[in-house]
């Protein structure tokens, strides 16, 4: 060995230890200024240095290496600002920088404190966080629900197709029975419990994050939460100064352009942020088009220990649907060789016969266009915006260069204003208001015709009469019973649209002629043949035989909560407020569309009864033009109050709480139908129904890794307006009783800096619940069931595990295994409808042990995200369903020899791709975004509907979306 090669060696021996001691490390925390959670996944750079990281699971991180000096080091992920501070590195030691994020927004806002939010490692309940960015780098415009599908026990799916039409269940319980609250403000129709996405369309582009609270959840209020609960919170006024401007363009015509812009704070405090949004498509299924606005408004002001939020919210939109269980049809129609030989895209209610649903699509000629859009009068279900935007309710619409008609189509407007008031009264006391309004307006359409008084052709004296009631009249040629709706015939443009040009050249002959050899008129004449002049009306104007209807809901909804917040000691806090409600639903039935006929006849029997106007008295009365109320009217008013209060203890180790709430809810019941204007009945008596909710939990920190949660509780729910009055009447049915649900969770976390996992088990019996429903006896009579004892057992594990495979690779993954069923065999007591007062009789209901459908009960996703450069990220997610049984009533297993679980669908696997890329261009930073929904375009059933044999052959389904592309690139500035 040479002595220069000695003297190098000696020399390097003695300078690494030097160099090394000439280096020091930076580590620290990077966390939600807010909440104070952990970030993981955020980027730490020293700037201008080639030395960096990212925080693990716990919200650490650690940069070694760097060399001695003065640096500025920054910390950043998406959805949040970036914050720089400098730090001074010294040699052989550690320097300690912590980081807390805010979320692109205010500080101090009321929106953020007045919403109950879980916490891990302290708030004793099954959870999940969905962040900004994760709705920005996986939705891809879909709606709202379907981000979902990646957390343990919840389902998601499009339903029909339509836009907004999704539907959500947690723990096999639908969104009737799920909690939805929006910036902590409950948005369950009041009537119904239901969730229409189509309203909250906007919600997902201005949204700060999402929690999904599995299970009776935290939230202080007597709400209904018996799957869980679901808290969005949209952004509150950003703090700092900028706008964005997004282009999305997609599969099936799809068009989204968005705009955004915060003000800062300005010179006055106030600081204001707003947003539009405008959105179009064609539609993955037929005639499922889009046309939708939305916007977004919200205002603070920070004065000292005050903080106010005022924030405006609507989203008016036009849609088509493919309706739901009109639309469904037994699987055999969906494959090859069968109605619609295998074109999963299908959206018709034809059956190969000429009476059926009456619901579908098709397109109709220019002329057809222009008469329908003069007809005289307009619907009065759209409020001024919707006018202005859409310039009425578009069940008429021109796409491209054709004129299409879906018969089945939603429209609908619902601004929603907030004002939140949040008040630090002391550093131990805090008090926190939000007073709101929502006014909804709009409805869906759908066919309709005389069902049991119709025209016929009498062969005997040549004459047009009325039959149904008409026990004099001789049958004739074309008599035969009347059907639900008539089915127009399939047009030749090979995609199972209808004819619609034919089916309005059959609606609008009026000539006085009879031919029994017309070709239009005897492919309809099971129903009703013939020409359209009926003598009883008019010699001369045309009698609609189907027309288009809108079913209008329109709503008045004010309230307000107020939650008082006070530290009884270190360890110890109370919270109590009260929750008040006041709700006015308008229902009605509106003619929007006559095809060609000039009016239509608002004759409706039922089981014997006449559901037309009872305010009708003459011939005149009953004739119906555009924008006239038919079938019903009515009004339904629920007033409700609640208060609620908890008590918690914290200590580093060891959190718990106690909770307790009541509600009333009143009823009423106004109708304007079947009721004279001077009878005095037209307003029913008030119901009044009591609800309360109590739960305890506990959750325990192991060590600094390591916890374990339980909680209990139980709800008494009160029962829903459409358990209360039935059948369109304003009689009270007295034998409505509250559902009981009880309530377990056991759960476990571990937080590591690589791994994190969270698991749990959950016990919920749904005891006596709700069901009422109307039927017919042979005799015609209408009948009322009410179900008592009907229990439903929902047993599942779930788990949550995210784990940091290597430097930039992540994988999210979740499981849950479930067994829902029914648990009992119960008794239905049966009371006449008109009779009520009469002795009632009893029927058995064959349940006990059917699994409960609707939902799969196991489910597994795995996604990875992988950001292999700076700026990019790849995010594909794997989803398996499976244990999916159709859903069903129970209340129709009314036969004991009948004990087999509705259809078990097959399992499915979905692939889902993702990819976004940050870049500046020009000085403005840049995002593009890329995805693919159903990658590899799989064929399953998304949603099912039991038949009498359980099996494939007669269950009804719709099939899954298949695979759809969604492109963008947005421009901050």
Do not use: C
Request: hydrophobic share 35%; glycine share 10%; proline share 3%.
């Amino acid at each position: 060995m040479s002595k220069r090669y000695l003297f190098t060696v000696l020399l390097a021996l003695v300078m690494v230890p030097a160099l090394a001691l000439a280096q020091g490390t930076i580590s620290g925390t990077v966390t939600d200024g807010n909440t104070g959670d952990a970030l993981p996944g955020a980027n730490v750079i020293v700037d201008g240095q080639p030395y960096g990281g990212a925080s693990d699971l716990t919200g650490a991180y650690l940069i070694e290496g760097i060399p001695a000096g003065t640096y500025t080091v920054s910390a950043s992920v998406i959805g949040y600002e970036t914050i720089s501070m400098s730090a001074q590195v010294a040699s052989g030691v550690v320097t300690t920088l912590n980081f807390a994020l805010t979320s692109e927004a205010l500080e101090f806002s009321a929106v953020s404190v007045i919403a109950t939010r879980a916490k891990h490692r302290e708030t004793p309940v099954a959870f999940t966080d969905v962040s900004a960015a994760d709705v920005k780098e996986r939705l891809a415009s879909q709606d709202l629900p379907l981000i979902l599908n990646e957390t343990p026990g919840v389902y998601a799916s499009n339903l029909g197709g339509g836009s907004g039409d999704s539907r959500v269940n947690v723990r096999g319980f639908d969104q009737r029975n799920t909690a939805v609250l929006i910036n902590g403000v409950p948005v369950n129709d009041m009537e119904n419990g239901w969730v229409y996405w189509s309203n909250w369309d906007g919600i997902s582009d201005v949204i700060g994050s999402m929690q999904v609270q599995r299970g009776l959840g935290a939230s202080n209020l007597a709400i209904a939460s018996v799957g869980g609960t679901i808290n969005v919170l949209t952004t509150a006024a950003e703090a700092k100064r900028g706008g964005i401007f997004k282009q999305e363009i997609g599969s099936d015509g799809f068009i989204k352009s968005s705009f955004a812009y915060s003000t800062g704070r300005m010179g006055n405090g106030l600081a204001a942020s707003g947003a539009i949004v405008k959105k179009t498509a064609d539609g993955y299924a037929y005639g499922t088009w889009t046309d939708a606005w939305s916007y977004f408004f919200t205002l603070n002001k920070a004065m000292g220990n005050h903080a106010l939020d005022l924030t405006f919210l609507g989203a008016p939109q036009q849609h088509g649907q493919r309706y739901s269980s009109d639309q469904m049809h037994p699987n055999a129609d969906w494959q090859e060789g069968g109605l619609f030989d295998g074109d999963l895209r299908a959206n018709s209610g034809f059956n190969g016969s000429y009476d059926g649903t009456g619901n579908g699509w098709g397109y109709i000629s220019e002329e057809n266009y222009d008469m329908i859009m003069d007809q005289p009068g307009e619907p009065s279900s759209l409020d001024g915006i919707g006018k202005m935007l859409f310039g009425g309710i578009q069940q008429t619409k021109k796409i491209g260069d054709k004129f299409m008609i879906n018969n089945r189509t939603n429209y609908y407007h619902k601004p929603v204003y907030n004002l939140n008031w949040y008040w630090n009264i002391s550093k131990r006391t805090s008090l926190s208001t939000v007073v709101y309004g929502s006014n909804g307006f709009g409805g869906g359409t759908g066919p309709l015709n005389n069902r049991g008084k119709n025209i016929y052709w009498n062969a005997d004296d040549s004459t047009m009469v009325v039959v149904g009631t008409d026990t004099s009249y001789t049958p004739g040629a074309y008599n035969s019973a009347s059907v639900k709706y008539i089915n127009p015939g399939q047009s030749d443009e090979g995609d199972f649209s209808y004819d619609w040009d034919e089916f309005i050249a059959y609606n609008s002959e009026g000539d006085g002629i009879f031919r029994s050899s017309d070709t239009v008129s005897s492919k309809y004449s099971a129903w009703n043949a013939g020409n359209t002049i009926d003598p009883n009306y008019s010699t001369t104007e045309k009698r609609a035989k189907y027309i288009i209807r809108a079913s209008v809901n329109s709503h008045n909804w004010y309230g307000a909560i107020s939650t008082f917040k006070h530290q009884l000691s270190e360890s110890i806090k109370l919270t109590a407020g009260i929750d008040a409600r006041k709700y006015e639903g308008i229902h009605y039935r509106e003619v929007v569309n006559l095809l060609g006929a000039d009016y239509y006849v608002d004759e409706y029997y039922y089981g014997g009864k006449d559901y037309s106007n009872i305010n009708d008295t003459s011939p005149a009365d009953g004739m119906k033009r555009i924008g006239d109320k038919v079938a019903y009217h009515n009004v339904g008013y629920n007033n409700w109050v609640g208060g609620f209060g908890q008590v918690e203890h914290s200590t580093a180790l060891m959190s718990s709480f106690i909770s307790a709430a009541v509600s009333n809810s009143q009823y009423q019941r106004e109708d304007f139908f079947n009721y004279t204007d001077a009878s005095g009945d037209q307003l029913s008596e008030k119901a009044s129904f009591q609800g309360s909710a109590f739960k305890v939990g506990a959750n325990y920190n192991l060590s600094e890794k390591m916890n374990v949660f339980a909680n209990a509780g139980m709800l008494s729910v009160a029962p829903g307006f459409g358990s209360v009055y039935l059948n369109y009447v304003n009689d009270i049915n007295k034998n409505a009783k509250n559902e009981k649900v009880t309530s377990l969770e056991l759960g476990y976390g571990y937080t590591g800096t690589k791994l994190g996992i969270h698991a749990n088990y959950y016990y919920t019996l749904w005891a006596d619940k709700a069901m009422v429903k109307t039927g017919e006896a042979d005799d015609g009579e209408l009948l009322i069931y009410n179900i008592e004892g009907l229990n439903a057992q929902h047993t599942g594990l779930e788990f949550d595990v995210t784990a940091i495979l290597m430097k930039g690779l992540k994988l999210n993954a979740t499981a849950a295994f479930a067994n829902w069923i029914w648990q009992d065999d119960v008794v239905a007591s049966v009371t006449p409808d008109d009779a009520r007062s009469s002795d009632a009789y009893e029927i058995n209901i064959y349940s006990k042990d059917l699994h409960v459908g609707n939902a799969p009960q196991n489910q597994m996703s795995a996604g990875l995200v992988w950001t292999p450069i700076k700026g990019l990220r790849i995010n594909p997610v794997l989803k398996y369903i499976d244990k999916y049984y159709a859903d069903f009533d129970p209340s129709d297993r009314d036969d004991p020899t009948d004990r087999e679980d509705a259809f078990q669908l097959d399992a499915a696997s979905l692939l889902d791709f993702h990819a976004g890329y940050d870049i500046k261009l020009a000085g403005f930073p840049v995002s593009f975004g890329f995805h693919v929904l159903n990658a590899l375009d799989t064929e399953y059933i998304a949603d099912a509907v039991d038949g009498s044999g359980h099996t494939i052959d007669d269950v009804e389904v719709y099939y899954g979306l298949g695979r759809r592309l969604n492109t963008s690139i947005a421009i901050n500035f």
